[in-house]
């Protein structure tokens, strides 16, 4: 059964760090592209940054530079290490495939105050 289980979500002031992780359940990780996408109430999701299966790195402009996206294929996790963060990031973060084809995680919640 396919899973992805978002967490390291919280409350945080302007300037802080967060770590998210995503556990992968039920594909063969290694063999994917993964991205962090992000979703505000009205607002569709949008990509954050994406790894490719070989490690390749991209990132939407308002985040270049302060968040990091990594995976461990032995522990088939993606990560999206946040820094410097702005309330601008406030939103509930998801991991998926890119393109994104499996069914979406429960996502966490980021806040971040000013």
């Known amino acids: 059964q396919v899973e992805l289980v978002e967490s390291g979500g919280g409350l945080v002031q302007s300037g802080e760090s967060l770590r998210l992780s995503c556990s992968t359940f039920?594909?063969?990780?290694?063999?994917?592209?993964m991205a962090w996408y992000r979703q505000t109430p009205g607002n569709q999701r949008e990509l954050v940054a994406q790894?490719?299966?070989?490690?390749?790195?991209h990132y939407h402009d308002s985040v270049k530079g302060r968040f990091g996206i990594s995976r461990d294929n032995a522990k088939n996790t993606v990560y999206l290490q946040m820094d410097n963060l702005k309330p601008a990031d406030t939103a509930v973060y998801y991991c998926?495939?890119?393109?994104?084809?499996?069914?979406w995680g429960q996502g966490t919640q980021v806040v971040v105050s000013s």
């Open positions: 790894i490719s299966n070989e490690g390749s790195t």
């Open positions: 039920g594909i063969i990780f290694r063999l994917y592209s």
């Open positions: 998926n495939t890119l393109p994104s084809n499996l069914a």
